[in-house]
């Protein structure tokens, strides 16, 4: 601890975020590298962890900041980012409360069809929402335990989850500030971008739509090589079928954007609850629905486009629905 004429060396971020309308500035990418090194190797005292976030969550994160915090993650990590082999690497943090997490279908369906993926996300603290990890065991899908059981999951299924307590434990810990401190903070955009085996294609979903601008600029920084951002359905990676999507993405370097249309002219009335085992149903063709359906080939659409597998929004939404017909067909030839 320092004494009383000394400052923390922390005291530093949180003197450039507070000094007022006219003294403060956003932190370098530098800064913010140093800052979030210091809080994830606990160098941080509780009470400036909370100045810092909440000062962050007034100003919000700028492209460079985000780049800072992201990079200073990733090499937190304690395993080899090519330990595991992934093409797209898919952020689930958000957990849905209107609709089914129908992404969840669009993903295999890629992983059927060749792609590798590793999504990672988190529990929430809301009870109202069904997050990601939960609604994969009405799949009979198991989240994996750590980095090594991930690497397994995909060589065999081409497809896995791994918790972020799994891989970066602190920043969970901060996630779970959310009801202490009433808001959410800058960790809840950083942990979309963490990429933690730099799967050269990345796929997130944000609920506020100021935040594609900021996703898409912190991508450039940090030299992803193809990204996509969307603003998907309860904040979650996955197209609204009822509404146009706007996509803003990176593909070697340049920022680029694109609408994708709205699959319906009406909106449909969301569900009166939300029941995982319909996900397994339609999974498994016992089941037909309208939103479902088109939510999973729309999403799947997005990301073939985004993976280079179509040239088109066109090429990819058919590509997406003769995938769904092979499955199909298949499931039908079992019975």
């Avoid at 792609?115 to 109202?128: D, E, F, K």
């Avoid at 294609?201 to 990204?227: C, E, N, R, T």
């Avoid at 009335?269 to 999974?283: F, N, R």
Wanted: glycine share 8%; aromatic share 8%.
């Amino acid at each position: 601890m320092p004494t009383q004429s000394q400052n923390h060396p922390f005291a530093e971020y949180i003197r450039i975020l507070g000094k007022g309308k006219r003294g403060s500035r956003p932190l370098t990418r530098e800064e913010a590298y140093s800052a979030m090194q210091m809080i994830l190797t606990g160098q941080v005292e509780a009470v400036q962890l909370g100045a810092f976030l909440m000062l962050m969550r007034v100003k919000e994160e700028t492209p460079g900041e985000l780049a800072g915090f992201v990079q200073a993650a990733q090499d937190s990590f304690a395993f080899l980012p090519d330990a595991v082999r992934v093409d797209l690497d898919w952020s689930s943090y958000a957990g849905k409360r209107r609709h089914l997490p129908w992404f969840l279908l669009s993903a295999l369906l890629l992983a059927e069809n060749g792609a590798r993926i590793l999504m990672h996300g988190a529990r929430g603290h809301s009870p109202t929402r069904l997050y990601t990890e939960d609604a994969l065991h009405s799949l009979g899908i198991a989240p994996a335990s750590n980095i090594e059981e991930a690497a397994g999951q995909i060589r065999e299924h081409n497809f896995s989850y791994l918790p972020l307590q799994r891989f970066c434990p602190r920043l969970q810990e901060i996630i779970e500030l959310r009801p202490l401190l009433g808001l959410r903070s800058p960790v809840h955009t950083l942990v979309r971008m963490l990429n933690p085996c730099h799967a050269p294609y990345s796929f997130q979903g944000i609920f506020h739509p100021g935040y594609q601008p900021v996703h898409q600029q912190a991508a450039l920084l940090l030299k992803q090589p193809h990204m996509a951002v969307l603003k998907g359905e309860g904040g979650e990676t996955e197209r609204n079928p009822d509404m146009t999507c706007l996509v803003q993405s990176v593909h070697d370097g340049e920022a680029t954007e694109e609408q994708w249309p709205a699959l319906f002219r009406r909106r449909h009335i969301k569900p009166d609850s939300l029941d995982p085992k319909l996900l397994a149903a339609v999974w498994r063709g016992k089941h037909d629905d309208e939103f479902g359906q088109a939510a999973v080939l729309g999403t799947t659409a997005i990301a073939l486009k985004l993976l280079g597998k179509a040239d088109t929004q066109r090429q990819a939404q058919s590509l997406a629905e003769d995938f769904w017909r092979k499955r199909r067909r298949e499931i039908q030839g079992c019975r």
